[in-house]
């Protein structure tokens, strides 16, 4: 088998890195075909996922995304906190979002799903991992091959959100509404982080080297609130829509 024109030696040599291909592959000169036929074709691909996106979301109402790890387990105690978080902010008229897959996305649909909320997974295909949990709306459950589109869907359709603990997939998209808050892309939505044990040492390096060394400024360190309860994730994410008087039921 080939991969873009270089033989998969993987698929005949098991000790053989496929990262190694993916690497020649990058430094390799494309042929025309090939640029026409994958990498021009792949922006309809992108396109579709976008307008997919649009179309499925654009009527949801508001909705609160719950970022955290795929690896935790129903029995751990942040799974416990997700669902619960979940099923109040849910009763609040919120919808959630999640990536769609195990773990604290799982917890925070099944929260959703036991409220009898919106419950929306965006999942993204993945070789481990990641699979649809079943606590989803079926109208509501979509599949990306990109990254980058799902984050936007994330954002674009977001009024809130909770960052239980994660990786580095749960970073990203920590960092990426921290980002377009920042810079004023999108409206001023709370960020919740969940766990002050598990958040601390980057929340002590935003302080001691990003804002020492005037990366950031000290008003984007109220840009998320840090908390450790359920309850104190929820009154936040409610005090905050109280103030601007918005009725967010559906």
Known sequence: MEIDGTRDESLVNPEFD??????HNSFRQKTWDETITKDSWMVFKIMAEFVDGYEKLAKIGPCVSIFGSARLKPEDRYYEM??????????????????GGPGIMEAGNKGAF?????????NIDLPFEQHFNPYINKSYSMNFDYFFVRKVMFVKYSQ???VMPGGFGTLDELTEALTLIQTNKIGKFPIVLVGSEFWGGLLDWFKATLLKEGMIAEDDLDLYRVVDTADEAVAHIKAFYDKYSVNVNF
């Open 18 to 23: 496929i990262n190694e291909t993916k690497l």
């Open 82 to 99: 997700a669902v619960e978080i979940a099923e109040k902010i849910t009763k609040l008229g919120f919808g959630i979002i999640t990536g």
């Open 114 to 122: 036991n409220a009898k909320g919106k419950s929306i997974g965006l």
């Open 160 to 162: 809130g959100f909770v």
